[in-house]
């Protein structure tokens, strides 16, 4: 029995150089005999008999025979045609196995551009508000931008690589990229529901041509064409919302959100930014906050410790000079408080054009208003003395509503109703955090994990090899030269006795005798959260983020330089430990090692950093992770030793690619 496997070309693959290296594996039993080799490529012999034909034996040609495997390597001295199917055809004579047949096929580089990419495919249905986009690239001649003709259903929108003005003013454009351009065409007010048809011609700079057309159509289950509002919405497959960061000083969010984009010119948007406790209420009420286009997040404070909160963003988008936000209270010069409701003090009849409320105060200087839940007006000016909102002439029954008679005691808001419909959520809590230095009262003692850092501004002085002390420690250690002891003399040209420096620096003399020089990773807590984070379960993908390395901040570790050494590493006593492999009954070779390890008291280190270890040829042996660290207390509550439980790390691990020094 014989199969193909590995072809590459692979089988139906496009855009291969013409002088692309064909190559596959051939399936046997046992070791195939290549004199019942045949094969044909572009109805052309290429081997007969095992022997490669004048016209494919090129310096990479070859057959490699092993058993139960032969692979193929064929070269062709001249290129192939561009455009062109390749059929491979590949026969095997063996009379006491039998005859083998196998074919496939690729495509070489067409001659003339190609459609690289569009987001309007035959038969799609576009089911929401969309600009229309093509991507088109020549690799071998590259694509004349004045050559690029588009239509939609027989409108000329680009002639000659010149867009018409009424579509280019509303932000439709010719974009280079890699080996060719791309098009966008954004209509002037928007695409409507039906059936339409994209043509296109692009040509390289041979003249060589692509003509096509695509059908597709479009169904929007909800559209709306307000007087006052048109409909806006964001870059991006993702709506709204883009993530939400505890700032860490126990009161303080950042919420951020993707960008506005708005539909058409004469437009401006805005971001409304909503927040609740209850996950299901978030846009049930009135906006929190509005934001300018301008405006990439917001710093919210005023929010409770420890408390949970859930957060969107939609879209509003309203002709230019409609709603003027000075006048409303503000976090930033881009991002203002949402005023409350209020009510209407005094009866307003169909025919008036002055609303009298009994409050303006955070309202904006012009914008809209919904009045008793059933009449939108616009209003121009508010009179801030007198508590009441100046209407022009056509300022009443806007938005499909009717002019009406609205009493005392009414409610009023600002009308924002004609936003967009998404509903990303997300949460976080507002803590704590280490590293936020503003509200840390005590010693930098932080909520998540003890932060003994501290202990790193202690500062010791090395052993001096001088003066009227032993000066070789080894001897005494090693029982070649008892000196006898003594207590105080010269230390470092001065006199007494710090027992604390003392005893430190006879440890780190030990530990450059008996210890390994370490390389210490410590883990990040605070900064930027990586992309990888779901927002949802607030968690990051543990592991698999070459980015955050599962730590969920961007960057993941920092490496200590200890500069008390010339090669900057952390001397490490690593202990005997027992090392041994498990075999479950339902699981593979499991390695176990959980190495114990003594250092200094300085740096500190923390649950969860990593320690890099050597061998004794300076070769890297493993990644070990702190499983946990204790103290010595020593004289006046000072830090004595380090003792760490470390757990090796898998060389698969994703950790093992960071770039230490």
Same mark, same amino acid.
């Given at each position: ?65 092993? =058993? ?87 409108? =000329? ?170 006048? +409303? ?178 440890? =780190? ?25 779901? +927002? ?34 952390? +001397? +490490? ?20 090692? =959980? ?67």
């Amino acid at each position: 029995m014989y199969s193909i496997t590995g072809q590459d070309p692979s089988d139906g693959s496009s855009l291969n150089p013409t002088d692309t290296l064909i190559l596959f594996s051939i399936v046997t039993e046992g070791f195939l005999d290549s004199s019942n080799l045949y094969v044909d490529i572009n109805s052309e012999s290429a081997i007969s008999k095992g022997n490669f034909a004048d016209r494919y034996d090129g310096l990479q040609s070859e057959i490699i025979i092993d =058993e139960n495997l032969t692979t193929i390597t064929i070269q062709r001295k001249t290129s192939f045609e561009l455009g062109k199917n390749i059929p491979v055809y590949v026969r095997i004579i063996d009379n006491e196995n039998g005859t083998f047949n196998g074919s496939y096929s690729f495509n070489t580089i067409p001659k003339e551009p190609i459609l690289l990419f569009s987001n309007m495919t035959e038969g799609r249905v576009v089911t929401s508000a969309e600009v229309v986009f093509f991507e088109f690239i020549d690799l071998i001649d590259g694509v004349d931008p004045n050559s690029i003709i588009f239509k939609l259903n027989g409108k =000329e929108i680009i002639k000659n690589g010149v867009i018409d003005s009424e579509f280019l003013n509303a932000g439709s454009k010719i974009s280079p990229i890699t080996n060719g351009y791309s098009i966008t065409v954004d209509h002037p007010e928007f695409f409507r529901n039906g059936l339409y048809q994209a043509f296109y011609q692009v040509s390289d700079t041979l003249n060589n041509n692509l003509i096509g057309k695509v059908n597709y159509s479009i169904d929007l289950k909800k559209v709306i064409y307000p007087d006052y509002f048109p409909e806006s919405n964001f870059v991006g497959f993702y709506k709204g919302l883009d993530t939400v960061q505890n700032y860490g000083d126990g009161t303080t969010l950042i919420v951020t959100w993707r960008k506005l984009i708005s539909r058409i010119k004469k437009s401006e948007v805005f971001a409304l930014i909503y927040h609740n406790k209850d996950r299901l209420k978030v846009f049930d009420g009135l906006p929190s906050y509005i934001a300018t286009k301008s405006a990439a997040n917001a710093i919210l404070t005023g929010f409770e410790t420890g408390d949970s909160i859930y957060f969107g963003v939609r879209s509003l988008e309203a002709f230019k000079g409609v709603l003027n936000l000075t006048g +409303m209270n503000k976090i930033n010069d881009e991002v203002f408080i949402f005023p409350s409701k209020i009510e209407i003090s005094s009866t307003v009849l169909p025919s008036d054009l002055i609303i009298n409320v009994n409050d303006t105060s955070g309202y904006p200087d012009a914008g809209l208003l919904l009045l008793g839940s059933s009449e939108v007006v616009k209003y121009e000016s508010v009179d801030r003395n007198n508590n009441r909102f100046l209407i022009p002439a056509n300022g009443r029954g806007l938005n499909n509503t009717s002019r009406g008679v609205h009493v005392s005691g009414d409610n009023v808001e600002l009308f924002y109703k004609c936003q967009d419909s998404n509903y990303n959520v997300s949460v976080t809590t507002v803590t704590h955090v280490d590293g936020y230095q503003t509200d840390r009262k005590i010693n930098n003692v932080g909520l998540v994990v003890t932060d003994f850092t501290d202990n790193d501004k202690k500062f010791f002085q090395g052993f001096d090899f001088c003066g009227y002390h032993q000066a070789r420690p080894d001897l005494t250690l090693t029982g070649q030269d008892d000196c006898g002891t003594y207590l105080g003399g010269e230390f470092n040209k001065t006199r007494g006795f710090n027992i604390y420096d003392r005893m430190l620096n006879r440890e =780190e003399v030990l530990l450059d005798q008996v210890g390994e020089p370490s390389i210490l990773l410590k883990r990040i807590w605070n900064g930027t959260t990586c992309e990888c984070v779901d +927002m949802r379960s607030v968690h990051p993908k543990i592991r698999s983020c070459d980015k955050c390395f599962g730590t969920g901040y961007v960057g993941g570790y920092q490496q200590y330089q200890n500069l008390r050494r010339n090669d900057k590493r952390v +001397m +490490m006593r690593f202990k005997e430990s027992p090392e041994d492999l498990n075999l479950g009954s339902h699981q593979h070779l499991n390695q176990t090692f =959980e190495p114990s390890c003594w250092t200094l008291p300085q740096p500190a280190i923390r649950d969860r950093d990593i320690i890099i270890r050597f061998d004794y040829t300076n070769d890297l042996e493993f990644f070990y992770e702190v499983l946990d660290a204790s103290r010595e207390k020593l004289v006046y509550k000072h830090f004595g030793r380090q003792n760490l439980r470390l757990k090796r790390m898998d060389k698969t691990d994703i950790i093992y690619t960071f770039k230490y020094q």
